[in-house]
């Protein structure tokens, strides 16, 4: 069964209220682009995308941090106070891709293509990028040197 953002585990997580599938099973390991499960409401979890628009695209997570520091200096003379009061603030940002390449298959001793396809050239085939390094070559390079070049190269 899939998994729901909320850590439910449900066939139907938007109509269930546990939000967007987070993570599909074992024996349907592919989570898919179009949203045409769960009553048209969730992605797919398949074997094979290329009849439900690929494989679900990366997707960033943003987090902002915000801290204040406020800081007080009094001086005391003879009949005269005076007060100080500075205020620091800063702000971080983190964004983090959540990408299914950053994680490797089990299926097969070849990459996974966008579309599902196992294939050493991907795009050459016509099947999409590299989405999935095999669990023997688990590490997706950046550089596209594999493929004719036009594939990232699994190590």
Not at 13 to 31: I, Q, S, V, W, Y
Not at 83 to 105: I, R
Request: charged content about 20%.
């Amino acid at each position: 069964m899939a998994m729901c953002e909320d850590d439910t585990f449900s066939w139907a997580c938007m109509k269930g209220g546990h939000g967007e599938r987070a993570k599909c099973p074992d024996d349907l390991p592919l989570m898919c682009k179009a949203k045409a499960c769960g009553d048209n409401q969730d992605y797919c979890c398949e074997r094979d995308c290329s009849q439900k628009g690929g494989l679900r695209p990366c997707e960033a997570t943003t987090t902002t941090t915000s801290t204040t520091a406020a800081a007080t200096t009094a001086t005391t003379a003879t009949d005269t106070t005076t007060a100080t009061t500075s205020t620091t603030a800063a702000t971080s940002t983190t964004t983090q891709l959540v990408c299914s390449f950053s994680t490797p298959h089990y299926l097969s001793g070849m990459p996974m293509c966008e579309d599902g396809t196992f294939s050493w050239a991907c795009m050459k085939g016509g099947h999409g990028e590299r989405a999935k390094c095999p669990d023997d070559l688990p590490l997706m390079c950046k550089a596209k040197a594999c493929g004719d070049n036009q594939d990232y190269c699994c190590e």
